[in-house]
């Protein structure tokens, strides 16, 4: 990532709640996400984030 590309982190709007009949369990069901989950995206990003823009991603996921 190049110093002057701008990150701009949002919160997958959540739906709500379903059940797997098969095996009985609970899911969250979120919108799409295009670019992949977190989770992906700190694992092929993150020496490249700045400790800034991870503490920032932190706060908007907070506020919900």
């Known amino acids: 990532m190049k110093a002057n590309?701008?990150?701009?982190?949002?919160v997958n709007r959540c739906f709500g709640v379903t059940k797997n009949p098969n095996?009985?369990?609970y899911m969250l069901v979120f919108e799409?996400?295009?670019n992949g989950d977190l989770r992906n995206?700190?694992?092929?990003?993150?020496?490249?984030?700045t400790w800034e823009d991870k503490i920032?991603?932190?706060f908007h996921i907070s506020e919900g």
């Open 5 to 10: 590309d701008e990150l701009y982190f949002s």
């Open 23 to 25: 095996k009985n369990d």
């Open 32 to 34: 799409y996400a295009p």
């Open 41 to 49: 995206h700190l694992s092929e990003s993150f020496e490249e984030i």
């Open 56 to 58: 920032e991603s932190l």
